[in-house]
C-alpha cells in the first residue's frame, strides 16, 4: 500500500527561504517564523502520514452508499475527521471572532497540502466547508455569521456548495432552480443540483448547503442568479436545530475516482433557504468561494504527484531489474535497483522538478490571498486573479501527466489497483474539471483577465518576471542556468501576448484558438520564476557555506532540470498560437 | 452510453490513396482493391458496432471472477466471440494450411482496428491467440502445427504467452520458472507467472499457453531461457483432448482497466510442457509473438483514441453552454453547442489529426511486416524492427493523451463512469506498459536499433523522408506546408542522431538521458511521414477532381493542424536530448 511523508525540509525551504515569508510585508507573516511553522507542520505531516494516508484506499475501494436516506462514507472517515477537527486543522486560518485561529491562509495552504497528498477524498468535505465558510463570511450578515459559521469553522456543521445542474455547468445562466420569495424573507428552492461534492453524509449535525438559484421575475440569464444559504437541518431562534429541510440526496454518482468522497444529485423541493448577498448577485458573491476552490483544486494537482512521486521513488529504489549500462551498481544482488537507470532517473527528474516548482507556486498565490485579505493590495488583488486560472489548469494538467508518470514507473504493477498508483491517477484526474474545466479557465485567462483593467495586472505581472530575470543575470553563477532563460522565456510570452492582442481585437477566435498554449506559456513561465526564486536562495545558502549542501545542490539540479527540459516549452507554445486559427475554425461541425 | 461507428471512408483512404496498397510490390496485394476491402471491412465494421461496442461497458463493470476454479468472463463475451469465429475474423491473415485465409497482415489490422476501437479487453482474448499462432507456426515442428494452429486459428483452442514473473518483467533472465526434462521428450514446468492477460477462461476447448522457462543446468541468466507450449488440456496422439494439465489461474487481478479481459497468475505445478524451437533460445522465438504484440499494443492507443473522440464530438454537437464568441450559433436554442468553441475545436483536431497520422502509421507497419513474410526483405525487416519500439511507444502514450482530451470534452460528465469516457482512459493507459513499458521501448530504440547493421536501417529511414520531403518540396501546393516542414523535422532527427553518436559512445548514460526524447522526436517525425504521404494524396485527389472534395479538403485542414501544433516538437525533443544527463545522473539515489 502507498505510504506518505510530508516532504517537511521542502515546505520548510519554500517558507522560509524562497519566499522569505516572515519578512514579506504583511500583516500577521512577522510571526511566520521556523519556530511557528515547524511544530505545526510537523504535527500535520505526522497526522497526513498516520491517519489520513492509511485511509486513503480504503476510501477508494468502499466508496460510499445511499442507505436508507443517508450518505454512508467509508470506514474511518468519521474517526478521521475528528482528529482533524478536534486538533484544530479546519480552522487554522479563519477569523477568531467566529471560530477560527486568525492565522494566515499560508498555515492552511502548507498543512493542506499535506493533507490532500495523504488522502485528497476526505479532505474534501472539510475543504467545502471552509470554501463555505469564507463565502458566509463575506457576504453573510451578522446574524448569518453568528448562526453558521462558528459551527463551520471545526466541521460540527459541514459545507457544500451547489451550483452545476443536468443542463448547465460552465454556462449558469441556463441554470433552472428557483427561489419563490415567502412572506417571511425566507425562500423556496426548487430544483436539482447535480455533481455536488461532500452533499451529504452523517459527520456533522448539521450541513450548509450554499445554493445558486433564480428570483423568479429577475433577469434572464447570469445576471438573474442569487446565492442561498439551505441548511439540512433548519436552525431555530435558539441556535438548536429544527426541523428537517426539503433537501435530499437523491443519487450518488460513480466517479473515475475521489471514491470516498460522496459526489450527490441534491434534490431541493421547496427547501427553506436564505437569501446571502444581495438579490441577482450571486455569481460575485460565489466567486469568493471559486477562487478559494481554484487554488485548492490547483494544488490538488501538484499535492496528489507528491504523493504519487514517493511511492513511485521507493519502488524505484527496491525493484531490482537489469544492470546499469555503466557497470553493476548492486553486484552482490541479481540485478540492480530500477533507480539506476536513466530513463527512470528523467522521468522522476520530470515530477520532481514539477512538484517543487508547484509548491512554491501555490505558497506564492496563497501569500497574494493573505495580502489581499489583510491589506486590500489592489495590485496583490489583480496578480492573483491573473495567475489563479494558470496555476489551477496548469498544475492539474501536470501533476495528472507526474502521476501518470509515476504510475508507468512500476510498470504492470502500477496498473494492479492494490499497488494504488492507478488511485493517484484517478483520484487527481478530476482536478482538470472541476471548479472550471481547463479549457475555461484559459478562456478566462486570454479573454477576460488578460485585459482586465487595461492590461494593467498583465504588465505588473511581466514586470516582476523581468526583475527577477534581470537580477539573476547579475548574477554570476546563476545568470547562463536561469537568468537569461527566464528572460527567454518572457520574450516569448511578450511574443504571445502581442499576437494576442494584434489578432484578438479583430478575430477573437484567433485569440481564444491559443488559449490553451497561452495559459500553458505563463504556466510554464510562472514556474520558472518560482524556480528561480528557489534556485537564487539555494545558491545564496551554498555561498554562505550554511550546512545541508546536499539538500541545495539537489535544488539547484532540480531547478536546471526544469530549465533545461520544460521552460524552453514557452517557445513551442508560442509557436503554436501563431500559427493561427484556421485548422480550428475552418472545419463545418459536421466535418469532425 | 458510447457507441463506435467504424472511419471507413478513413481507413479507405489510407489504404487506396495514401498507402495505394494494391500497386506496393508485394505479392497477395495485388488482391487488395477497394472492392476486395471495402466490403469485408464494411462488415467488420458493423459487427464492431452492433456485437462488440454494445458489450464495452458490460465488460468494464462486469469485470471477470474466479468461481470454483473456473474463469468467468462478461456476460456476452462468450456469444459475441462466438460471431468472430464464424465470420473468420480470427484466421484472416494466418496460413491457409493450417486453418487460415491466407490474405495479408494488413487486412487482420484494419478489421482489428474495428474491433479494437469497439471493446478493446474482448479483442484481447483473440489477440493473443494470434500471436501464440505465429509463434507456433514460426517455431513448432510440423507435428506441434498440426496439432495446435487449426484449432488455434478460429479460437476453438486460444492461447497465451507467459512471461512476467513477480521478481521479473523486463529483465527475464531472472526468471525461475523450470522445465525439468522427462524421459519421454516432454518436460515438466514449475512456477509462477503473473499478468498473463487472457490467462483462463471457459470460451474455448482448450488454452494452449506458451510459457518461457529455465532447463536446469542450462545458460546463466537470459541465454538459458527456453519456450514451451504448455495446453491447459493435454492433447492425445488422435487429437482429442485428454487430462487437465497441472496449470491453474491462481488469482485475477484488479486492474485500472481492461476489466473485461481476464489477467490472471498463473501457477505452474509441475505442468506437462513441449519445447517449441530450440532450447535455450526461447527469447527470440518468443519476440516472434512480442514484435506483433507490439505493433497491436500501439495500435490500441490510436484505437482507443479513435472511439473516444467520436464520442467527445458527439458529445459536443449535442452539448448547449454559452455562446459563439462571434454570435450566436444556434439562436434559436438557449445556447450554442459547444462545438462552436475554439478551444474545443483546437482539442478535437490535436486528437484527431494523431489519430488519423497514427492509422497511415499503423498500416504502413503492417505492410512491412507483409513485406518481409511475403518477401523475405531484408531492408522492410530493418526498418520494422527500427520503428516497431516507436510506434508501440508513441502511439500508446499520444493516445492516452487524446483519450484523456476526449474525456475533457465532456466536463463532469467526462468523469462519471455511466458516460463511459473514464473506461477509455483507463483502458487505454495499460498500452504504455504491456509489451514492454514505454521506457523500454525507448532504450531498446537507442541502445539496440538505432546502430544495428552499423545503423543501416536508421539511414534508410531517414533517406524515406528524406525522399517525400524532396518530392513535396518541388509540389507547390504542399511546400511550405508540408514538404519545407518535414525536411526540418528530418534535421533536427539527424542533429539528435549526431548527439547520441558523439556522446552516446563515451557515455551511455549521455544517450539513454535522451531516449524517451528520442523515440518521441522520431514519432513526431514517422507521424509527419504518414500525413504528408496523406496530403500528397488528398491534394492530387483535390486536384484530378474525383469529387469528395469535402473529405480530401478536410484531410487536408487536419495535416496543416499536426504540421503547425504537433510536429514542430521535434525541435523541443532535440533541446531536451542536448541538454545532456548531468540532472538526471547526479543526484544520489537517496536524494530523489
Known sequence: MPTYTAPLRDIDFVLHEALKVSQADIPGYEDLTPDLTGPVLEEAGKIASNVLAPLNRVGDQEGTSLVDGKVQVPNGFPEAINVLREGGWTSLDLDVDYGGQGLPKLMHMAAGECFSSANHAMVMYGGLTHGAWNTIFAHGTEAQKHTYLPKMANCEWFGTMNLTEPNCGTDLGLMRTSAEPQDDGSYKITGTKIFISAGDHEMGDNIIHLVLAKIPGGPEGIKGVSLFIVPKYLVNDDDSLGERNAVRAGRLETKMGIHGNATCEMNFEGATG????????????????????????????????????????????????????????????????????????????????????????????????DRVSRTDDAGAQGLLSLVTPVFKAFSSDKGYEAATDAQQVLGGHGYIEEWGMSQFVRDVRIAKIYEGANGVQALDLVGRKLGADGGKHTMAYGVMIKGLADRLIQNEALTDMVGKPLMAGLGDFQSAGQYMMQNGMKDPNAALAGSTDFLHLMGHLTMGYMLALSAEAAQAALEAGTGDAAFYTQKLLTVRHYFNRHLPMTRMHLKRIQAGPETVMAPDAAAF
Chains 1, 2 share one sequence.
Open 274 to 369: 436564505y437569501l446571502l448577498g444581495q438579490p441577482n448577485k450571486g455569481m460575485s458573491a460565489m466567486f469568493t468561494l471559486v477562487n478559494e476552490a481554484r487554488i485548492g483544486t490547483g494544488a490538488q494537482g501538484y499535492c496528489i504527484a507528491e504523493a504519487a512521486y514517493q511511492n513511485a521513488v521507493a519502488y524505484a529504489r527496491e525493484r531490482l531489474q537489469m544492470r546499469a549500462v555503466t557497470g553493476p551498481a548492486n553486484p552482490d544482488g541479481p540485478a540492480d535497483p530500477i533507480i539506476v537507470h536513466p530513463d527512470i532517473r528523467r522521468t522522476l527528474m520530470d515530477q520532481r522538478s514539477f512538484i517543487e516548482g508547484a509548491r512554491v507556486f501555490a505558497y506564492w498565490c496563497t501569500m497574494q490571498a
